[in-house]
């Protein structure tokens, strides 16, 4: 098979570099090209040279439609908006769409379902296998452990992410909510401010740090009497989501259309 074509969306972003090196750097994976959203400074630049790499002989482009028709594939870690128009155009194209981007509404997840009718599509809010592994961890947890158990998140990130909880807490409180039979917009504490009474059984609390250069801390807390058991995950650089989403786009190259996490990816769907 020859090698899987793949675009970058918000190439001249940070992990839009981390991903141009890994696609670089992984066997059985070609840059087909690089986009930018219009007037960004990347435009025109080499796709290699803004990622470190050398030049690759791929401009930074602002229209992906003539990429994703030349391409196997396209990985997305962008915005809300940028990931909707690139979901359709990704259908159109019949090709697979690695989504790691988070701050998705729920309007907009149903977008991306009916997309997913004719592209193959791999969506996370986290692209990490560790952190994957730790939602089937946690999930199990919250199963094996009653409500006695308080389960509270938290989570830490750079002082430049706009949305909160992170992708990944939220992917964590679903685990967390999926473990114990219930939904998690039904259970989840996000704010806790002036007198607020005792915490309600059941409920799956979020507290959101933001500050310095922090890639993404998460811990996962189930407080009962008299213990405390802690899951967690630190990343330490952005190159496990990009290769994380790698993995993903080689593991739907040829399957039928359809909407897939990480977890299938893994394996762990069944966890």
């Known amino acids: 098979m020859s090698d899987m074509r793949l675009v970058v969306m918000g190439a001249a972003g940070r992990m839009g570099r981390s991903l141009i090196r890994a696609i670089e ?7 087909a090209g690089a986009v930018e ?3 960004s400074d990347a435009i025109g630049v080499d796709a290699g040279l ?45 090709i ?3 989504i790691g981007t988070t701050g998705l509404s729920a309007a907009d997840d149903e977008k991306i379902a009916a997309a997913a009718r004719h592209a193959v599509i791999v969506k996370s809010g986290n692209m990490s296998l560790g ?3 730790l939602a089937a961890l946690v999930r199990q947890a919250a199963k094996a452990l009653d409500l006695s158990y308080d389960l509270e998140i938290v989570e830490m990130h750079h002082r430049h992410k706009v949305d909160a ?3 990944t807490a939220l992917m964590l409180g679903r685990a967390a909510a999926e473990g114990r039979g219930v939904a998690l917009d039904d259970v989840s504490v996000r704010v806790r401010d002036g007198h607020t009474g005792p915490r309600e059984p059941g409920s ?29 995950h630190r990343a330490e650089n ?10 993903a786009a080689l593991w739907a190259r040829g399957r039928k259309p359809g909407l897939h996490t990480m977890a299938d990816v893994l394996g762990l769907s069944e966890a």
């Open 37 to 39: 959203r219009p007037g």
């Open 238 to 247: 952005r190159d496990i989501f990009a290769r994380g989403a790698l993995k």
């Open 131 to 133: 952190v994957n592994l």
């Open 50 to 94: 803004l990622a470190g790499t050398g030049t690759l002989g791929i401009a930074v482009g602002d229209d992906p439609l003539p990429l994703f028709a030349r391409a196997d594939g396209v990985i997305d870690f962008t915005n809300p908006a940028t990931t909707l128009a690139a979901a359709e155009l990704a259908a159109q194209a019949r």
């Open 165 to 167: 909880p992170s992708g």
């Open 96 to 98: 697979v769409h690695v």
């Open 204 to 232: 799956i609390g979020f507290a959101t740090l933001r500050g310095g250069s922090v890639v993404g801390d998460h811990v996962v807390i189930l407080a009962g009497e008299g213990e405390r058991i802690e899951l967690g």
């Open 25 to 31: 750097a992984t066997p059985g994976l070609v840059l």
